[in-house]
């Protein structure tokens, strides 16, 4: 039909924010969840769709971006815990959300110390950009010898005995906010400002009956904000389930806070600086801090040992970050040392990422618990 044809090829030129302002002209405010899905996931032009958002040249940069001694650790506390499991003959080594593939490769690079772990790994990336798929592809064809699939969702995967890491994977992930007024809580939701023709938060005018432990606590006040990440909760459930049934164990690493707390967490991040998240969708890499107290409260929910959160910086000295720094700087110039030592000290110190990252780890109740995990 013409008419159609028409109406395809007008709504192709128009950008993605041109798009959000027309459907909510059109049918009212929508969701932060909702928008944040889309700025983020849009099959065309999504954030990560579209763009090339990690590293130097990108956005934002990433633990394993930023030195290998990140990638290699976690590869050693992946193998000992294949020891844990007994080491069996085949297991799926998953990675949510790998970006450009660099924490697996070093992951496998650091493994071959054990070919026997390597032999039975089955490597699934959970992604759903393509464009970070052929970057991924590009970093796994220097490991020809691992067989790597891609899966949309984490429940493509066929059940198995498992390890899981996910790095900056649940920041990602959609939220929805909610906001005291003296009625109740209602939905903060994206809308237009029709005098300015730009997106802005309203809420919604009814409040709504919260099921989150902060909505029953008498100390909110009016403003307090909760935020719930729903995608979050279902994923961690269903990690959960695998890990009961099968022996495995999951690391999840990310900025956040280690209990519920209220707070407008939402931000953006262009071209490696703050910007506003409802400014130009799609072109900024939209985040939310992740509540490590909600996910473990799923977790254990589902019947699986949590350990942690405890900080990047406890977790990585635990593991020997300092021993593994000297031993890559032997023989190294001192350009190079000054180099590996700077990225280090990025990822453990306290004002850089050591604090403000967490790491937490669900486990099968038959293993032992995990290394980096003492006292917490
Ligand atoms: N873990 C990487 C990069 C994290 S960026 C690192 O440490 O460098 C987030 C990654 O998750 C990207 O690869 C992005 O494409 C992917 N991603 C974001 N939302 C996703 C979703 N809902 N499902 C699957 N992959 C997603």
Request: glycine letters at 8%; proline letters at 6%; charged letters at 25%.
């Amino acid at each position: 039909m013409p008419g159609t044809d028409k109406t395809t090829s007008k709504s192709a030129t128009l950008t993605l924010e041109q798009r959000l302002k027309t459907l909510i002209a059109q049918r009212g405010p929508i969701s932060i969840a909702d928008y944040m899905a889309d700025a983020l996931s849009h099959p065309q032009e999504g954030y990560y769709m579209s763009g090339s958002p990690i590293g130097a040249q990108g956005d934002f940069t990433t633990a394993p971006e930023i030195s290998q001694l990140f990638g290699e650790i976690i590869g050693l506390w992946l193998v000992q815990s294949w020891l844990d499991m007994g080491s069996p003959d085949a297991f799926n080594l998953i990675e949510l959300g790998p970006g450009r593939g660099v924490l697996m490769s070093d992951i496998l690079r650091a493994a071959r110390l054990r070919p026997n772990f390597l032999r039975a790994a089955n490597v699934w990336f959970v992604e759903n950009s393509g464009r970070m798929r052929l970057e991924q592809k590009k970093r796994m064809d220097l490991h020809s010898e691992i067989k790597v699939n891609w899966v949309d969702r984490y429940n493509d995967i066929p059940e198995g005995p498992c390890l899981l890491i996910a790095n900056e994977f649940f920041d990602c992930l959609p939220i929805q906010q909610f906001e005291k007024t003296h009625l109740g809580w209602h939905e903060r939701m994206v809308g237009m400002d029709p005098t300015k023709d730009t997106l802005t938060y309203e809420l919604a005018p009814a409040p709504i009956p919260l099921d989150h432990p902060l909505a029953k606590e008498e100390t909110a006040k009016d403003k307090d904000i909760i935020e719930i990440c729903t995608p979050a909760t279902k994923l961690i459930s269903q990690i959960a389930k695998t890990l009961h049934n099968h022996k495995g164990r999951a690391l999840i690493i990310d900025y956040g806070h280690y209990s519920s707390a209220f707070g407008d967490t939402f931000q953006a991040i262009r071209n490696h600086e703050f910007c506003a998240p409802l400014e130009k969708p799609g072109t900024a890499d939209l985040t939310a801090h992740v509540d490590f107290q909600m996910l473990g409260d799923t977790a254990i929910h589902e019947n699986t040992s949590v350990y942690g959160a405890v900080s990047q910086g406890t977790f990585l000295d635990r593991l020997g970050l300092v021993y593994r720094l000297q031993a890559l700087c032997r023989g190294k110039t001192q350009e190079e040392q000054e180099a590996l030592r700077a990225g280090a000290n990025r990822l453990s110190a306290a004002d850089q990422m050591g604090e403000l990252f967490k790491v937490m780890c669900m486990a099968n109740p038959e293993l032992e618990p995990p290394a980096g995990f003492e006292n917490g």
